[in-house]
């Protein structure tokens, strides 16, 4: 006995040690969904006693007696019985040959018929209105806060935080923050295994100033297609004074000082790094780029795009080196030609490498050229 004692102990401490857990990650989605179906579970049950008010009002004020009863059983049979025994039929503390005795019947007062009618419409607005509640509760789950096309989130939907439109929104949305990743998430990541959503990208029809490729559209692919275009030109004179020229050809008059562009910062930080003489980059250098992905952080009406690009750079001194870059900025339509917008530099995009979770996370939609 003393050992089958000893034995159970042992497998019950064992069976203890070993408690069911959710597998990592899946906890918070668990407790999600456990969430939902309890606020479902809740609002059905008042859905369910709403529709007996209206079954018992709806019989009496139709004359339809068996709606009415079935009404009343959604209540339970207990709440809803006509005649009660006024102690138990069973009392231990009283004679069993006592008979038993029903309640007197008292007459029960007559309901109007626009009283019931009354309750009626009142259930059913209560109904309507618990049911309107469960869409919106499910719709605010499942569709993220913001109306997002093609990566894009306009200002002032879902976002009750913006100012009115105008110069102050549009800092408030180039100064939003955006996903931050490490710097290692630039040069490499493993493939994800869910194809990102397309971004489709317009192609230019011609060559503007500075040797940038132009003649796209006036919408907000167009700002993306065209930042890609200066940054590529860009990137690849890898040259200070070329940056200067080309930020001053594809800049709006009140933007800030070429200095302050991000872009020239870039230039200035690879020419440092890469040791090279001087302010542009020697004739062995080679540095090209392409853009691998795309996204609309914002608009604030037809004329002011908040683009984004993500670029694979490739760069060849002795031996090759490869980068993911991304890189934000405002773009307005002026004259004709989307250009880079006045205002504060945009918060910084994420330099995720393509193709991976982190990118997809990060919103960036895979290049799509589509013409025009």
């Known amino acids: 006995m003393n050992t089958i004692t000893t034995t159970g102990h042992h497998l019950a401490a064992g069976f203890a040690a070993v408690c069911p857990k959710a597998p990592p990650g899946a906890q918070v989605h668990v407790d999600d969904i456990m969430g939902y179906v309890l606020w479902g579970v809740g609002i059905l049950f008042l859905l369910g006693i709403v529709i007996s008010i209206g079954a018992v009002v709806g019989g009496r004020v139709f004359g339809m007696p068996h709606a009415s009863k079935g009404g009343s059983r959604g209540f339970g049979h207990g709440l809803c019985r006509g005649d009660r025994l006024p102690h138990l039929a069973w009392d231990l503390g009283r004679d069993a040959r006592v008979g038993l005795h029903l309640m007197e019947q008292a007459t029960p007062a007559q309901w109007g ?72 998430a630039a040069t490499g990541g493993t493939p994800s295994a869910t194809p990102a959503p397309a971004f489709a990208v317009p192609s230019p029809t011609k060559t503007g100033p500075g040797n940038v490729a132009t003649g796209l559209p006036h919408t907000p692919a167009g700002a993306v297609a065209q930042l890609a275009a200066i940054d590529t030109t860009v990137l690849q004179a890898m040259s200070i004074p070329a940056t200067h020229q080309i930020y001053g050809q594809w800049s709006h008059p009140d933007a800030p000082p070429a200095g302050q562009w991000s872009m020239t910062r870039n230039v200035q930080a690879f020419l440092a790094s890469a040791q090279q003489p001087g302010q542009s980059a020697e004739a062995g250098v080679t540095v090209t780029a392409r853009p691998v992905a795309g996204q609309v952080k914002a608009t604030d009406g037809k004329d002011w795009v908040l683009a984004c690009v993500l670029l694979d750079v490739r760069v060849t001194i002795t031996a090759q080196a490869r980068v993911a870059y991304g890189h934000c900025e405002a773009m307005t339509w002026d004259a004709g030609r989307w250009v880079i917008a006045p205002g504060d530099a945009p918060a910084p995009a994420p330099s995720t490498w393509p193709g991976t979770d982190l990118a997809h996370e990060a919103r960036w939609r895979t290049w799509a050229p589509t013409g025009h």
């Open 113 to 184: 018929k626009a009283k019931l009618l009354a309750i009626l419409i009142g259930a059913v607005v209560a109904g309507v209105l618990l049911l309107l509640g469960l869409v919106l509760s499910v719709r605010e789950a499942l569709v993220p806060t913001g109306e997002e096309t093609n990566g894009e989130t306009t200002a002032g939907q879902g976002q009750n935080e913006w100012a009115p439109a105008g110069a102050t929104r549009r800092e408030q949305l180039a100064a939003a923050p955006m996903l931050t990743v490490e710097p290692e």
